[in-house]
């Protein structure tokens, strides 16, 4: 990937290579017992929602819900495990946006980084 | 982009304006209502960022222009000192040798205390550039932030428009917070604080007990000597002799010293009104007084100093005249002058 460092065109363009990526993307994730099965984009919009075949003759309304709650939040955490490697790639003033989002730089660590800690009294 | 927003930019520093030139951009073309919270936090970094460039000239000026001035100053005192030491013999001799590696070492830390406010400067300086590099780069990940955001909304642009405010509410908490901190930079808690922090123990001239020199008779002797004091000082002994050409250069010596006390005064001035200036330290304003107190201390110091080396160089001449006056039986009588004080 092209490193950005004084530039934001070459980010953007990867941000645009990479939205499609994701729209073309399919993550699937499966309940316990595979009773619902769902599909997301890379961009986390769903796509489908199955459920086994005569699994709601299986199972009562409430253990149904509570596979498709399963199933959905597999897929959310798939979906946000897909984009955080994917946003590792593209790259802007020297660090990837996929690293600045996990330690974003606070305000007070950044002053205390370029002033520095003081060294042991005498 | 409003008028407003091109001439604030154009009042950035070239790295940040070609960053925040980009940031704006991609902002307003999603949320033109963070127009003006993004101008907030470009205002606040333009004061934040100070002036290296003044930060440089302050701290070479005192190291090489002033540090030099008080060096040569210690070099002439000392070079003269060389060649006197030993050709006095006498009543005051003994006191002038003891004062005159004092007063060198006194001067070396003067020089120590104008080196060490020029490190601490500098490091200062360093910070803030190392500092003003991350917020460059920040200002560069949050439009890239920005082109992600508007790239995960795909053609539904509405759906960037909170992701957007929210990146540029971040970027602007992270500005202030910078802000907050800089100006929250207190004591000796950081490397140029404390390093500023090492110029107080540092003694001066005025530190130093001026020389016990023998005074005429026809002068008063200082009131605060004892008996143990003229025992110790005062006493010549049996022997007196000078070589006066020898002492000729030592007063020189003193009496020239004040060009140079004079010169450090001088650039020591220029540094702190012309370069070190709050403009040049930014939002770091504590650590800009800071520096000032000590240069205003340096300051007295030098003319203190300047002061006293014509003092020392005017007890020199009265005793250099005594002695230029000295034969068999004025050196008796000048030798019972000086037990009898």
Known sequence: ?122 | MTGDMSELLATLPADLRAAAADLYVKVVAIAWEAEETLGIAFQVLREARGEPELLDTGSELLERAVAAELTAARDEIGSAGNRFSGSWVGGGAESFDSYLPKLMAAIESMEESAGKTAEAVRLFRQALTDLWQRIVERTWHTGGEVTAAVAQAGRNLAVAVPLVLGIVDRYAAYVSGIAAALLELAGNEYKAGEKLAETGALPGVADLHDPRLPVPADQAADPSWSDADREDNWRPGGELRMDTAAMATMIAAFQENGTYWDNADRHQTEAAEAHLTPRAFGLGLDFYTDVQRVMTRDRSLYRDADARMDSVAGALSEIGGLYGMIDEDTTHSFNKQMDDQ
């Open chain 1, 1 to 122: 990937m092209e490193d950005t460092d004084t530039s934001g065109d070459g980010a953007a363009r990867q941000c645009a290579e990479l939205a499609d990526r994701l729209s073309a993307a399919r993550i699937t994730a499966t309940s316990p017992r595979n009773v619902a099965r769902a599909v997301y984009d890379g961009h986390g919009r769903a796509v489908s929602l199955e459920l086994r075949h005569g699994a709601k003759d299986q199972h009562g309304p409430e253990t149904m819900g509570e596979m498709i709650t399963s199933a959905l939040q597999a897929a959310d955490r798939a979906v946000d495990a897909l984009r955080q490697h994917a946003y590792d790639d593209v790259r802007v003033a020297g660090d990837t946006i996929g690293n600045w989002r996990r330690h974003p730089d606070d305000p007070g660590s950044a002053v205390a980084a370029a002033f520095g800690a003081p060294g042991p009294r005498s």
